[in-house]
């Protein structure tokens, strides 16, 4: 069982910078990939940044792609998610989930494919 708190978001203006941080409880943290989707009102949930078990790996949605930098420190049980050039459209409700896989390349970009969620973090972006 693995539990995730995400903290990390608020307002800020555009063109500004966030870092999301995704702490994690658990002995086994670095058998996890990871990756970090978002929900904005009336929108579905929508894939944004996944990383493998040794942060080695990464993948990133078209609309966050070099902007956004996904990264992991398995010794702190900790993903942070550095988004900066932030837009309006990245406001939204910004979870952390977490699955446990076997090799060490894997990596997830469908919500299905996670077992443990965080409760979110309201990333806000004003024009």
């Known amino acids: 069982q693995v539990q995730l708190v995400e903290s990390g978001g608020g307002l800020v203006q555009a063109g500004g910078s966030l870092r999301l941080s995704c702490a994690a409880s658990?002995?086994?943290?670095?058998?996890?990939?990871m990756g970090w989707f978002r929900q904005a009102p009336g929108k579905e949930r929508e894939f944004v940044a996944a990383i493998s078990r040794s942060g080695g790996i990464t993948d990133y949605s078209d609309s966050v792609k070099g902007r956004f930098t996904f990264s992991r420190d398995n010794a702190k049980n900790t993903v942070y998610l550095q988004m900066n050039s932030l837009k309006p459209e990245d406001t939204a409700v910004y979870y952390c989930?977490?699955?446990?896989?076997?090799?060490?390349?894997?990596?997830?970009?469908?919500?299905?494919?996670?077992?443990?969620w965080g409760q979110g973090t309201q990333v806000t972006v004003s024009s």
């Open positions: 658990g002995r086994t943290f670095s058998s996890y990939a």
């Open positions: 989930a977490g699955s446990r896989v076997y090799r060490s390349g894997s990596i997830r970009a469908t919500a299905g494919e996670y077992d443990y």
